[in-house]
């Protein structure tokens, strides 16, 4: 079967390397891809919310299955596209319709959803620029920290947390006045703020059925020590250690069976990816967030960790037959850095040459933001490359990911030097 798999970042690198690996894909092509699919597969140019390119492609390659890597194409439609059009509805896609695409793509539907279905969540309320003043008298009642979120989709980026009263007044009307995250934040979650410790916990939904993937926790500042800037994420380990069995018994119970239930319930066709946002508040889970395709750079450590064929899984998914696959993991632990552009999450350089791939060796390097230029990869975006390693425990891991991050190089190159080490 060929196989178009939409995106260009680490975690469709980490999807096109587990793949290849299953006897049922023949071909595997990669909309727009980076210098790292290249390597691999065959890149398409074309961006993944250009569905008429899509579809151009779908049927001039013969493709037998559409694997959507980021969120836009998702929000966007791209599975109604398909499931409507004459000649491509056969064609199955892994993602969620557009209506299942709003838990990550409006934070209110998610939070009136988690609500609706009795699962555990801050307190909340929603404002827009006819309310905004409702808005910060709704802050006197919060104590600090105190959160906001822009309702759409806002690269990552769209969540701020405040301490001080009259500065998150300020950002509020920032935010629905002056358009600080454009469209996105037309409209503004105001949540309580959990103290706790966060995890990402990754389910494969065939809509009716479910299957728990190994868990993970990123980090998502720029700075050591969790400072600075948020970021798309600077690295990941899997499993979480605080994970244990009744905490994923409660996970399981509170959360992931009341979400699929409820996606039932409302007769949303999901078939796909949920990747829910937890925070360990005592020792209870508490959702943060939900988004419905896997993480970056989590992926880059959940999928190397699955043992069993992707593929297969996919195609589980696709016939609705979910519950008759069998997902197996792999003991070890993994571990993934992200090396980054000097100045990244603001300003940064593109076009930097890297060196010291063929250098890397024990270890898998996932190309994230790169591309090839006159024959050498060079830096193509802010996160460049996830350098994952295996290891006994999460800090075999760390110490084999960080070895070989020694051996790469490109000008201004920067990189965490503190994963895993709050664990």
């Given at each position: 079967?060929?196989?178009?798999?939409?995106?260009?970042?680490?975690?469709?690198?980490?999807?096109?390397?587990?793949?290849?690996?299953?006897?049922?894909?023949?071909?595997?092509?990669?909309?727009?891809?980076?210098?790292?699919?290249?390597?691999?597969?065959?890149?398409?140019?074309?961006?993944?919310?250009?569905?008429?390119?899509?579809?151009?492609?779908?049927?001039?390659?013969?493709?037998?299955?559409?694997?959507?890597?980021?969120?836009?194409?998702?929000?966007?439609?791209?599975?109604?596209?398909?499931?409507?059009?004459?000649?491509?509805?056969?064609?199955?896609?892994?993602?969620?319709?557009?209506?299942?695409?709003?838990?990550?793509?409006?934070?209110?539907?998610?939070?009136?959803?988690?609500?609706?279905?009795?699962?555990?969540?801050?307190?909340?309320?929603?404002?827009?620029?006819?309310?905004?003043?409702?808005?910060?008298?709704?802050?006197?009642?919060?104590?600090?920290?105190?959160?906001?979120?822009?309702?759409?989709?806002?690269?990552?980026?769209?969540?701020?947390?405040?301490?001080?009263?009259?500065?998150?007044?300020?950002?509020?009307?920032?935010?629905?006045?002056?358009?600080?995250?454009?469209?996105?934040?037309?409209?503004v979650v105001i949540e309580e703020f959990l103290d706790g410790i966060e995890l990402s916990c990754f389910v494969l939904t065939d809509g009716k059925s479910y299957k728990l993937l190994p868990t993970a926790k990123d980090y998502k500042r720029i700075g050591e020590g969790d400072t600075g800037l948020n970021t798309g994420g600077m690295g990941a380990v899997s499993p979480v250690p605080f994970a244990d069995a009744a905490f994923m018994e409660k996970i399981e119970t509170r959360i992931v069976k009341p979400t699929i239930e409820g996606l039932k319930k409302d007769n949303i066709d999901y078939k796909g990816f949920v990747f829910i946002g937890l925070i360990?508040?005592?020792?209870?889970?508490?959702?943060?967030?939900?988004?419905?395709?896997?993480?970056?750079?989590?992926?880059?450590?959940?999928?190397?960790?699955?043992?069993?064929?992707?593929?297969?899984?996919?195609?589980?998914?696709?016939?609705?037959?979910?519950?008759?696959?069998?997902?197996?993991?792999?003991?070890?632990?993994?571990?993934?850095?992200?090396?980054?552009?000097?100045?990244?999450?603001?300003?940064?350089?593109?076009?930097?040459?890297?060196?010291?791939?063929?250098?890397?060796?024990?270890?898998?390097?996932?190309?994230?933001?790169?591309?090839?230029?006159?024959?050498?990869?060079?830096?193509?975006?802010?996160?460049?490359?996830?350098?994952?390693?295996?290891?006994?425990?999460?800090?075999?891991?760390?110490?084999?990911?960080?070895?070989?991050?020694?051996?790469?190089?490109?000008?201004?190159?920067?990189?965490?030097?503190?994963?895993?080490?709050?664990?």
């Amino acid at each position: 079967m060929n196989i178009l798999l939409l995106g260009s970042g680490g975690r469709e690198h980490a999807l096109a390397w587990k793949m290849l690996q299953s006897p049922l894909c023949d071909t595997l092509y990669v909309a727009p891809g980076n210098a790292g699919t290249s390597a691999i597969a065959t890149n398409l140019d074309f961006v993944s919310t250009d569905f008429e390119a899509v579809k151009a492609a779908t049927l001039a390659k013969n493709i037998g299955m559409v694997v959507v890597g980021p969120e836009d194409p998702l929000v966007k439609g791209i599975y109604d596209f398909f499931k409507n059009g004459a000649d491509l509805k056969n064609i199955p896609v892994i993602g969620p319709s557009k209506q299942g695409a709003q838990l990550e793509g409006s934070k209110e539907f998610a939070k009136q959803f988690l609500i609706k279905n009795n699962i555990p969540t801050a307190a909340y309320d929603s404002f827009t620029k006819e309310t905004v003043e409702e808005g910060c008298e709704f802050l006197t009642t919060l104590k600090p920290p105190y959160v906001l979120k822009a309702d759409g989709l806002a690269a990552g980026k769209g969540v701020l947390i405040l301490e001080d009263l009259a500065e998150a007044q300020q950002e509020l009307r920032n935010m629905l006045v002056d358009e600080k995250f454009g469209e996105a934040s037309a409209k503004v979650v105001i949540e309580e703020f959990l103290d706790g410790i966060e995890l990402s916990c990754f389910v494969l939904t065939d809509g009716k059925s479910y299957k728990l993937l190994p868990t993970a926790k990123d980090y998502k500042r720029i700075g050591e020590g969790d400072t600075g800037l948020n970021t798309g994420g600077m690295g990941a380990v899997s499993p979480v250690p605080f994970a244990d069995a009744a905490f994923m018994e409660k996970i399981e119970t509170r959360i992931v069976k009341p979400t699929i239930e409820g996606l039932k319930k409302d007769n949303i066709d999901y078939k796909g990816f949920v990747f829910i946002g937890l925070i360990k508040v005592g020792d209870d889970p508490f959702v943060i967030e939900y988004n419905v395709r896997m993480g970056d750079p989590e992926t880059e450590v959940v999928i190397p960790r699955l043992k069993s064929d992707l593929v297969e899984l996919f195609l589980a998914v696709a016939n609705e037959k979910l519950d008759e696959a069998v997902l197996e993991t792999d003991e070890r632990s993994a571990a993934t850095i992200m090396v980054v552009a000097g100045g990244y999450p603001e300003g940064y350089a593109k076009g930097d040459v890297i060196t010291g791939l063929e250098k890397v060796e024990g270890s898998i390097a996932f190309h994230a933001g790169t591309k090839l230029q006159n024959g050498e990869v060079v830096t193509n975006g802010g996160r460049v490359i996830a350098v994952t390693s295996y290891g006994d425990g999460f800090m075999e891991a760390i110490k084999k990911s960080y070895q070989n991050i020694a051996e790469l190089h490109f000008d201004k190159m920067y990189y965490r030097k503190d994963i895993g080490l709050d664990l």
